[in-house]
T-cell receptor
Framework: SQQGEEDPQALSIQEGENATMNCSYK?????LQWYRQNSGRGLVHLIL?????REKHSGRLRVTLDTSKKSSSLLITASRAADTASYFC??????????FGSGTRLLVRP | NAGVMQNPRHLVRRRGQEARLRCSPM?????VYWYRQLPEEGLKFMVY????????ESGMPKERFSAEFPKEGPSILRIQQVVRGDSAAYFC??????????????FGPGTRLTVT
């Protein structure tokens, strides 16, 4: 069954605006990761946040994790047209599997 | 430093034929994972392999699907007697030894299988 569920399913914003995507999951995790997928392409790893971390930054990306609510958010600041892609959260437990959500499709209008 | 390589990138098969998908992990990586992605959906775990060992194949259909990661050469995902429902993108990922998947996985570009 699906572990991570992203919200919203689709998001359309103007270039320069911020984009926020949310991910909820069901079971305990070791880490939570965010990936980007451009249309018809493979996945690019964006950021990994461990279960004992609450916030992490990487360039224009900010990820938060609330293990009490079993949720995470990805914030992309000052969005660019090149950020247009699908964004997936994936949870990892103490094993090796990554369980992916169904993704948020982000469109950044120039 | 080449990333994860998959070939072919696109594969068309008629119903009943066999599909062979190849994955070469990143240099130094000994863990390989296969995922399947249906249109407009996230990736679903299929199988996890280390060299010459299948560690977990719980996500792989029990019939028609098999995977291997030999001592030499790429990992192979084999689908026998393909059906239209097998049409999907198949992604391979790898990770270094000792990490076992609790960290980042590095994904290949995928193979898009179309069954006609």
């Amino acid at each position: 069954s699906q572990q991570g569920e992203e919200d919203p399913q689709a998001l359309s914003i103007q270039e320069g605006e911020n984009a926020t995507m949310n991910c909820s999951y069901k079971t305990s995790i070791n880490n939570l990761q965010w990936y980007r997928q451009n249309s018809g392409r493979g996945l690019v790893h964006l950021i990994l946040i461990r279960s004992n971390e609450r916030e992490k930054h990487s360039g224009r990306l900010r990820v938060t994790l609330d293990t009490s609510k079993k949720s995470s958010s990805l914030l992309i600041t000052a969005s660019r047209a090149a950020d247009t892609a699908s964004y997936f959260c994936a949870t990892g437990d103490s094993s090796y599997k990554l369980i992916f959500g169904s993704g948020t499709r982000l469109l950044v209008r120039p | 430093n080449a990333g994860v390589m998959q070939n072919p990138r696109h594969l068309v098969r008629r119903r009943g034929q066999e599909a062979r998908l190849r994955c070469s992990p990143m240099k130094g990586h000994s863990h390989v994972y296969w995922y399947r992605q249906l249109p407009e959906e996230g990736l679903k775990f299929m199988v996890y392999l280390q060299k010459e060992n299948i560690i977990d194949e719980s996500g792989m259909p029990k019939e028609r699907f098999s995977a291997e990661f030999p001592k030499e050469g790429p990992s192979i995902l084999r689908i026998q007697q393909v059906v239209r429902g097998d049409s999907a993108a198949y992604f391979c990922a790898s990770s270094p030894p000792g990490q076992g998947g609790v960290g980042e996985q590095y994904f290949g570009p995928g193979t898009r299988l179309t069954v006609t």
